[in-house]
């Protein structure tokens, strides 16, 4: 079926950039753009028509965790110093030997609804989940299908996990047999779903971090992404107790380490890659780490938001880029709101550049759309243009938070929000219309469900905690209840 879209203003690509295309006509054959331009004279099967709207390619999330427990929800205004700034061993890295608190399907289903459901609608089309437990990536993979997006998708391994000794500091546990049989469990997860929805279902390999996995892991990753012919992505860089870790337990910085494991290549994504040689707060400052990632054409996934919560910047964006560095964004935890993601990642940027000339527009829009497909290894995502994926977003900005637009995508950038998404196109098909996504559950009832889950959670953290304290106890809310 040939459909006709009508703009509004078109976001074009001329082979090089993106173009702006005023009042712009978008037309696709099945789940292919055929044309993008001015005037499209030839019968068509339907027309759409959004005369007043902006209308963009679908933004690739390269970097995001599923779940519905939110620990990052404790978290924020809150870290032990020990950890340099980390956020996630305040909670993840329980006491010796403590119960852990078991995922249930009816969690992972909830969670995975209300993920898709939410990246969906701040148009995120293409999805990267990192490495979440195989039950909730099952799952994923379900809600993908049935809501109609496209996602890379595997279970994370890894060779050592965390834990806190009698006095609360941070220790690794090792078990070299677990991260392989992690990786073989990867693998059978590829060959069961890579391909599945029409080819919207990709596999993709997630060694969880490098200061948890061996060399002999990360090797192994290599040959099997090889031979899979799958990305990988890896945490890299996302903190100092691991950049630390890694200089005293190999003596290479973790990108560095990467290289060594011969991991460091154009199928492979860094997640965060903040803690780099040359980092302000890393201390380091005679390595090459951004010249190996630029000479290897591994690609970096940057989430400003989450990172930034923790007194944490890349060091910094602009710079990545003029090395030739590929970066595309992803919104790590909670919001999935990658235009929010756009904002800040240029605002981190001109302050840690200290120019109001970095971190443009153009740079963090690039990154939400054609970095993102780049480390993908996909040249028909993230971009209008004949040949590629019909996979489109129409955007209101007759709002008024906008105010007056000479720009529309600075105007997006410095103004939009996720609810701005109208409307969502995936292989030329329509997913959300008008903010309505047909055979989604009534939100009030998901949000419901996922509140009385992750109260759960959050009741059991005495469990873990390496000194007993509750929630409560370890995170404090900005102001007290007051019975």
């Known amino acids: 079926m040939r459909t006709k879209l009508q703009g509004g203003i078109v976001v074009g690509f001329d082979g090089q950039s993106h173009v702006l295309i005023r009042d712009g006509v978008v ?12 005037v499209y004279a030839q019968p068509v099967d339907r027309t759409l028509v959004a005369a007043d709207r902006l209308i963009t390619p679908g933004f690739v999330n390269l970097h995001w965790h599923a779940g519905v427990r939110a620990n990052w929800r404790l978290t924020s205004d809150h870290g032990d110093p020990q950890f340099f700034g980390a956020g996630f061993p305040n909670t993840d890295a329980g006491r010796y030997g403590a119960s852990s608190y078991p995922l249930s399907d009816g969690e992972a289903e909830t969670g995975a609804t209300l993920n898709v459901i939410e990246l969906l609608s701040a148009g995120c089309t293409t999805l990267v989940e990192v490495g979440a437990p195989a039950l909730l990536v099952r799952h994923l993979a379900t809600q993908v299908e049935r809501f109609g997006v496209r996602a890379y998708l595997g279970p994370g391994y890894r060779s050592a996990s965390y834990y806190r000794d009698a006095e609360g500091v941070v220790q ?81 910085t973790p990108v560095e380490l990467l290289d060594d494991a011969a991991i460091l290549g154009p199928r492979t994504t860094l997640g965060h890659c903040i803690m780099v040689s040359g980092h302000p707060q890393a201390h380091y400052p005679d390595g090459h780490d951004l010249d190996l990632i630029a000479s290897a054409q591994a690609n970096v996934a940057h989430c400003a938001v989450s990172l ?176």
């Not at 037309?27 to 001015?38: L, M």
């Not at 990753?221 to 990305?231: G, H, I, Q």
Request: one cysteine or more; hydrophobic letters at 40%.
């Open 172 to 252: 690794y546990e090792w078990d070299e047999d677990a991260g392989h049989q992690g990786l073989a469990a990867a693998c059978q997860f590829i060959s069961e779903y890579d391909g599945r929805t029409a080819g919207r279902i990709r596999g993709m390999l997630f060694p969880l971090q490098v200061d948890t996995c061996t060399r002999e892991l990360l090797r192994a990753t290599a040959k099997a992404a090889e031979e899979l012919r799958v990305p990988v992505q890896i945490h890299t860089g996302q903190n100092l107790l691991e950049f630390h870790q890694t200089l005293r337990k190999y003596c290479r």
């Open 308 to 483: 930034g919560r923790r007194g944490m910047h890349l060091h910094h964006l602009s710079d990545y880029v003029s090395r030739g560095i590929n970066v595309g964004l992803g919104t790590d935890i909670h919001p999935f709101d990658l235009i929010r993601d756009m904002r800040d990642a240029g605002l981190i940027c001109k302050v840690a550049a200290e120019s109001p000339n970095r971190g443009t527009a153009r740079e963090v829009f690039n990154a939400a759309t054609l970095g993102g497909a780049s480390a993908l290894g996909r040249q028909d995502l993230g971009r209008l243009a004949p040949g590629a994926k019909a996979d489109l977003l129409i955007i209101n900005q007759r709002a008024l938070h906008y105010g007056v637009i000479r720009d529309p995508i600075r105007s997006l950038v410095d103004c939009g929000v996720a609810s701005d998404v109208e409307s969502v196109i995936v292989d030329g098909q329509v997913i959300m219309e008008n903010r309505r996504i047909p055979g989604a559950p009534p939100i009030d009832q998901l949000l419901a469900r996922a509140q009385t889950l992750a109260e759960s959670y959050w009741a059991s953290y005495a469990q873990l905690d390496w000194h007993g304290r509750t929630a409560d106890e370890a995170f404090p809310n900005a102001f007290p209840w007051v019975e």
């Open 27 to 38: 037309v696709w054959e099945d789940d292919r753009i055929t044309f993008v331009g001015k």
